[in-house]
């Protein structure tokens, strides 16, 4: 079954909106404060607040990234970018900060609960995707270790097989995992400088 | 010497919910009839009528014109969600005011919106409340092909599975169809503790006819075993259902007889017809002895009337929570439960719900 969005979550959270005062910011809280968030408006930095929200919106006209504690595509918590003008050099600077859902302004009488819902969703989604393929390159490099452990077990005169059957025993012996024990016959911890220097 | 206040009234008196607008509309006009002999108020309401004829294309051309037309700001109309939905904008355009008093689905709170029935925390989820204890948690899902039926089964779902429940089917049909055969079938082959229906109108009808018919056959399909359970079904559609409603449990905030206090001492018809009453009486209590509020968008308007039965942020009202079946004709109230405040988003905790009510027994 497709996972449903988690709508009860959304009473208390934290909404900050990073724009100077404007008719769009009154509408905006106005909207989020019926669906149940708490809200505050911040501008021209995003500042300690952002550390206790659950979402920050953003000003796209005449946002900048010296405005955001964290790098572009780096934010911890999801992003809505409230785009006026659509041009296409301001998109690209949302997307490369990592918008999440956006909403054009004017904002009026709706629109803040969709965006909140999709912002939330794409989130989550690329945090699980990012998760996914770092293990999935964790593995990689892993099987790449293993490779290189059994070679070096091989080229003191083992056939393959051989090296294979004494890394396992090795892993057994020392309570770990064959990977990790690949990467002790690599050298010490070298397993991950290994990697990184062949990365 | 009164002030002569014009008001919006946006019913369809033809179409398949006619009768739903027509309750609607008679709470409205009694309660204009009761401001208008109250010597307390300096305000006479008239109504400027518009009837878009169940057509939901002319909602809002109709509602635009009543705002560009007439000087009147405040519409009372409007019943189903969709028909909402197409006037929102031209309220927005003028600065108008809808007051919407149908059962709805939830998940809006419009600046141009009040809502004085029942959503979702006030109906449906008070409703599973109960009938998980007296029936049991394995579901059957009804709905007509549109937002009601589709957003009520899917609170629905996540509420019953929440709750270690199952959900055995979930069929939709389209709207006006009288073709239950196959979703008849299918409650006959999963054989659920209850069905919600979240169909509208003719299907409706045409349903709770087919399931009486099945129940008449098998013992597994009566109302004691096996009920139909309904968030927006009330006496003002008895008249196209006839015998066919015994044994319907409906959630609602009235149902004719009840004293609970909500929309005043009236007798009320339905809760529809209630709930438009208690629309019209709030407009006039804001604009009583306030020359010129009429003209003023619905925040400020909320700004000045203290008390009132509207929440400033979600626009929607505390309503009582009944629960009641279909019993030789009538709705008994079998449940009552303490009045909850409209939580659109279903984001503040439900604990006035689950707090004890009053048990009517019968």
């Keep these: 079954m497709k996972r449903g969005l988690r709508i009860q979550n959304l009473g208390g959270a934290r909404a900050v909106i990073l724009h100077r005062p404007h008719a769009t910011v009154a509408a905006l809280t106005r909207q989020l404060t019926a669906i149940g968030l708490v809200v505050e408006q911040v501008w021209p930095d995003l500042g300690a607040e952002a550390l206790a929200a659950d979402f920050v919106f953003f000003d796209a006209d005449t946002g900048h990234d010296a405005q955001f504690p964290w790098g572009p595509g780096e934010s911890p918590i999801p992003m809505i970018a409230l785009i006026g003008s659509e041009a296409p050099g301001r998109i690209e600077w949302s997307l490369q900060l990592g918008a999440h859902a956006q909403m054009l302004k004017p904002v009026g009488d709706n629109g803040a609960y969709s965006a909140l819902l999709i912002a939330r969703a794409a989130f989550d989604a690329q945090r699980e995707l990012s998760a996914e393929i770092a293990e999935l390159r964790r593995r990689l490099d892993e099987r790449r270790t293993v490779v290189q452990a059994v070679m070096k077990l091989a080229a003191r005169g083992k056939s393959e097989a051989e090296a294979y059957a004494q890394l396992r025993k090795m892993a057994m012996a020392w309570r770990i995992s064959f990977e990790e024990a690949a990467a002790r016959i690599l050298g010490g911890d070298g397993g991950a400088d290994d990697r990184r220097n062949r990365g | ?362």
């Design chain 2, 1 to 362: 010497m009164r002030r002569r206040i014009e008001i919006g009234l946006l019913y369809s008196r033809s179409g398949s919910y006619a009768l739903i607008s027509e309750a609607c509309r008679t709470g409205a006009l009694a309660a204009i009839a009761a401001v208008n002999a109250d010597p307390e108020m300096d305000l006479s309401l008239v109504p400027v009528e518009r009837d878009p004829g169940g057509n939901v294309d002319l909602y809002a051309p109709l509602c635009d014109e009543i705002l560009r037309q007439t000087a009147a700001r405040h519409v009372v109309g409007c019943v189903t969600s969709w028909s909402r939905k197409e006037v929102i904008p031209t309220l927005e355009n003028a600065g108008g005011t809808l007051w919407y008093a149908v059962p709805y689905e939830g998940f809006e709170a419009s600046d141009h919106v009040v809502y004085t029935h029942a959503c979702p925390n006030q109906h449906l989820l008070p409703l599973l409340d109960w009938v998980f204890p007296a029936y049991g948690r394995r579901a059957f899902l009804s709905g007509s092909n549109y937002i009601w039926g589709w957003e009520m089964n899917r609170l629905a779902r996540e509420t019953i599975v929440t709750a270690g429940g199952q959900v055995l089917g979930e069929r939709y049909l389209p709207i006006g169809t009288r073709d239950v055969g196959r979703m008849i079938e299918e409650i006959r082959a999963t054989a659920p503790d209850f069905i919600l229906n979240s169909l509208i109108g003719p299907s409706s009808y045409a349903f709770l006819a087919a399931y009486r018919d099945l129940g008449r056959t098998d013992a597994r399909f009566t109302p004691g075993a096996c009920p139909v359970l309904s968030c927006n079904m009330t006496e003002c559609e008895m008249p196209a259902m006839g015998d066919e409603s015994e044994g319907l449990i409906a959630a609602g905030p009235y149902f004719r007889g009840a004293k609970t206090g909500w929309a005043g001492a009236g007798k009320f018809g339905s809760s529809h017809e209630a709930a438009a009453f208690a629309a019209v009486r709030e407009l006039a209590r804001l604009l009583n002895g306030r020359p010129g509020a009429e003209l003023e968008p619905l925040a400020k308007l909320l700004g000045h009337g203290a008390g009132g039965i509207i929440d400033r942020q979600t626009h929607h009202t505390t309503l009582p929570v009944l629960i009641a079946q279909v019993r030789n004709g009538r709705f008994v109230v079998v449940e009552s439960q303490a009045a909850v405040a409209g939580d659109p988003y279903l984001t503040h905790p439900r604990v006035e719900a689950r707090a004890p009510g009053l048990r009517v027994v019968s």
